[in-house]
């Protein structure tokens, strides 16, 4: 029996893992790489609210965002977990029953106010990593077409007459930033905030949705949101922009409450967490991304689209800025009245 086929094999076999060995480590770090940077696989972006709002809006133009600069790889898919205006999926997120490496969620400047307030469970802001910011929306005054309010002002002389006489429709309850919105808007006209009515929703989508069906009477909400909605065919009118100048785009004609002597200012920035059980290999993997993304020559117009305007932090900066926020949204809670949960 010829046996030099048999035994031939298994040599090569043996030699081939031998040469293995020695290519081996050349190799291993572009398999690393691969592996610890979740964008090569399939991504998911939570949205903390139903469809419609401005948690969708900043999903959306991640994957936008995304895409442009890694046209190659899975876009990131959008999953929809609503409660407590991102709450639930924070505290989903901070106890492990979330997320992983490949999962982000949407949060807002609203998310902060609530972690300011404890109102997202015993879970402080490192109980997360902040990936970054895609830019930032301001907030509106908005009623319906029909409404017979032309300005702000003559909102104004109706609250200063009884706050009580009109109802404020948005996404959050008491204590949430459209709700921080129509208080510091009832105060500007001179009467207590406690008095007037506001009926809280799960998001801005259902918010305008109300308003158009006139069970509102007035929105306290985002620029962003507001303009989509209005596109689809909403009957809205503006009133006021809650920035400090005048925003450029559909909203250029719509004159800053601070125009019509209402000093009222909110800025709403929009951007990205992930767990912070997630490797840091995977942390350093989005934050590059995201850099690149924002970086991007095409990323101003595709952030326009979207109705934000330039705000765009990530690493340190980041971490900063949400230190600097959630402390200065206490100091706003205080002042307002309102219950700090215990954590």
Not at 68 to 82: K, N
Request: charged share 20%.
């Amino acid at each position: 029996m010829n046996t030099t086929g048999a035994l031939a094999a298994p040599a090569r076999r043996r030699m081939l893992r031998a040469l293995g060995a020695l290519v081996l480590p050349a190799c291993m770090p572009l398999r690393a790489d691969a592996n610890d940077d979740p964008s090569y696989g399939p991504a998911e972006c939570v949205v903390p609210a139903k469809p419609g709002g401005g948690f969708d809006l900043s999903c959306a133009l991640a994957r936008e965002a995304l895409q442009a600069v890694r046209p190659a790889r899975p876009p990131l898919a959008s999953r929809y977990l609503p409660g407590g205006i991102g709450a639930v999926a924070f505290d989903r997120i901070a106890t492990g029953r979330l997320g992983g490496p490949a999962t982000l969620v949407a949060f807002s400047s609203g998310s902060l106010l609530n972690l300011a307030q404890g109102r997202f469970g015993p879970h402080p802001p490192s109980a997360v990593r902040w990936i970054a910011t895609l830019g930032t929306d301001y907030g509106v005054i908005a009623v319906h077409r029909d409404a017979p309010f032309k300005t702000l002002g003559e909102l104004v002389a109706a609250l200063r007459q009884d706050p009580a006489r009109l109802a404020f429709g948005a996404g959050g309850t008491v204590g949430s930033q459209d709700w921080m919105k129509a208080a510091l808007l009832v105060r500007a006209a001179g009467r207590d905030h406690k008095a007037m009515r506001f009926v809280a929703f799960e998001g801005g989508g259902e918010a305008l949705a109300a308003l158009q069906g006139r069970h509102v009477d007035l929105f306290p909400g985002d620029a962003a949101e507001a303009l989509r909605a209005q596109a689809a065919g909403a009957p809205l009118r503006f009133l006021a922009v809650l920035a400090e100048t005048r925003l450029p785009g559909a909203l250029a004609g719509v004159p800053t409450a601070r125009e019509q002597g209402i000093d009222l200012v909110w800025p709403t920035v929009r951007g990205l967490y992930l767990g912070a059980d997630a490797p840091e290999a995977a942390v350093r993997a989005w934050t590059e991304a995201f850099r690149q993304a924002v970086a991007s020559p095409g990323y101003a117009a595709l952030r326009e689209r979207h109705g934000l305007y330039p705000f765009t932090l990530t690493g340190d900066s980041l971490e900063d800025f949400v230190r600097q926020r959630i402390e200065a949204y206490r100091r706003l809670a205080d002042e307002l009245g309102l219950r700090r949960w215990a954590r």
